[in-house]
């Protein structure tokens, strides 16, 4: 039901995660643009807010209070996909898996390469292969450097 919607606004859906924490829930909705730039401006994202909160509240899909949030998927991005593996080689990243891999189930490094549905992390001065199926939860881990900062008072 989310992804037509976002769709039909030039978007891509790279996540949708209801948290059933507290009360009221909480429906996030991560979306980017085509290019995978992440650059959605906030009037968009308010834009596919009011249309998936009006499509949402006439097909009534979740029978508690809830909130729904739309964003971009910032700097530390989400690995959802595959083609979002695909395109943070060379990054860093930070997985955790479903299973125990060598003893553990958090791992961040360099993600080397993401071919056959499998991630080559460099972890700690070691190759560690991950299965996509495996990953549990995975993002980005943006490298804050001097230049982020260049030409700000403060």
């Given at each position: 039901?989310?992804?037509?919607?976002?769709?039909?606004?030039?978007?891509?859906?790279v996540d949708a995660h209801?948290?059933?924490?507290?009360?009221?829930?909480?429906?996030?909705?991560?979306?980017d643009t085509p290019q995978?730039?992440?650059?959605?401006?906030?009037?968009?994202?308010?834009?596919?807010?009011?249309?998936?909160?009006?499509?949402?509240d006439v097909a009534?899909?979740?029978?508690?209070?809830?909130?729904?949030?739309?964003s971009s998927p910032?700097?530390?991005?989400?690995?959802?996909?595959?083609?979002?593996?695909?395109s943070a080689c060379g990054k860093q990243v930070q997985i955790e898996t479903r299973q125990p891999i060598a003893g553990r189930r958090r791992f961040r490094g360099q993600l080397l390469r993401f071919?056959?549905?499998v991630a080559a992390i460099q972890v700690d001065g070691n190759e560690v292969e991950i299965s996509f199926a495996e990953v549990s939860k995975a993002k980005t881990v943006y490298q804050f450097s001097r230049t982020d900062f260049v030409g700000r008072a403060g």
């Open positions: 039901m989310i992804e037509p919607i976002v769709h039909a606004a030039g978007f891509e859906l209801l948290a059933r924490g507290g009360r009221p829930w909480t429906l996030r909705v991560t979306i995978g730039d992440g650059r959605v401006p906030v009037d968009s994202c308010a834009l596919v807010s009011r249309e998936l909160g009006s499509q949402l009534d899909p979740i029978q508690t209070p809830y909130r729904l949030e739309v910032g700097l530390d991005r989400p690995l959802t996909r595959e083609k979002d593996f695909a071919e056959d549905d």
